[in-house]
């Protein structure tokens, strides 16, 4: 049987390979994780204004804290004014693109103002470091943004 080639024949292969196309990336996008930063996204929408305030706060300070890798760890330096104060808080290790790597850690710092967290707490990508403590009865926040190449 010889099937002849014209212009329906054309239209009838073309809309059958778009249909294909259009399921293939339905089925792709059904693959991906949708994962929400937060959980409680809205009643965090309104403290924002207070999450500003924090962060300038933590802007007018010294220096801004530096996180860098050494051989098996994460070295984070924190800015000189924090030296000889009573600093409570805790920072927030967030993989955007995985919840299950997230962690937190509580801020603690030796006399060179210095903390070390163990690379092996780390899987290999980006993260986003979130600072949140007080300080003389202030609460400050801060962000940072690294890479770890484990």
């Known amino acids: ?15 059958t390979m778009f249909l294909l196309a259009c399921s293939f990336v339905i089925y792709k ?29 933590a802007n007018a300070l010294s ?5 860098g890798e050494e051989a098996k760890e994460m070295v984070i330096t924190y800015p000189r004014d924090l030296k000889g104060k009573d600093v409570k808080g805790e920072v927030v290790f967030f993989r955007p693109s995985d919840e299950n790597a997230d962690f937190h850690d509580s801020i603690r710092f030796d006399t060179s103002m210095i903390q ?4 092996q707490k780390f899987i290999k990508g980006k993260y986003v470091a979130k600072f949140f403590w007080k300080m003389d009865g202030k609460e400050y926040a801060n962000e940072n943004t690294f890479r770890v190449n484990k």
């Open 29 to 57: 996008s059904f693959q991906q994780r949708n994962d929400l930063v937060s959980e409680e996204y809205y009643p965090q929408g309104l403290e924002y204004q207070k999450q500003i305030d924090r962060f300038a706060k």
């Open 1 to 15: 049987m010889k099937i002849k080639f014209n212009w329906g024949t054309g239209i009838f292969i073309f809309i």
């Open 116 to 119: 070390k967290v163990s690379l």
């Open 63 to 67: 220096s801004q804290i530096i996180i």
